[in-house]
């Protein structure tokens, strides 16, 4: 079983930038994409940005596309999300995850992720 953390969330002034950490324990051995998906209040949860396992595969939501960069580190077991130039609009729960066995590589459904985090708070003020 793998357990996923997050952290780095805070809040921002419209512009700034911050740094999501996701670290993984336990079986942290096979081979799965990781994913970043976030929610806001009252909205439903939306894909934001996924990985590869090699790194090889990456794909953005549209809406963060250019501003955001997700990234691997195997040795600390650990992704990242670079959030610049955020907007108010970024402001909400931000996830990782990863998908259930089966799922297609690069989802960009949150339905097909079985594996969460806690989630860590991102607010961007204007």
């Known amino acids: 079983q793998v357990q996923l953390v997050e952290s780095g969330g805070g809040l921002v002034q419209a512009g700034g930038s911050l740094r999501l950490s996701c670290a993984a324990s336990?079986?942290?051995?096979?081979?799965?994409?990781t994913g970043w998906f976030r929610q806001a209040p009252g909205k439903e949860r939306e894909f934001v940005a996924v990985?590869?396992?090699?790194?090889?595969?990456?794909l953005y939501a549209d809406s963060v596309k250019g501003r955001f960069t997700i990234s691997r580190d195997h040795a600390k077991n650990t992704v990242y999300l670079e959030m610049n130039s955020l907007k108010a609009e970024d402001t909400a729960v931000y996830y990782c995850?990863?998908?259930?066995?089966?799922?297609?590589?690069?989802?960009?459904?949150?339905?097909?992720?079985?594996?969460w985090g806690q989630g860590t708070q991102v607010t961007v003020s204007s």
């Open positions: 995850a990863r998908p259930r066995r089966g799922a297609a590589s690069g989802s960009k459904d949150y339905r097909q992720y079985d594996t």
């Open positions: 336990g079986r942290t051995f096979n081979s799965y994409d």
């Open positions: 990985i590869s396992w090699t790194g090889s595969r990456i």
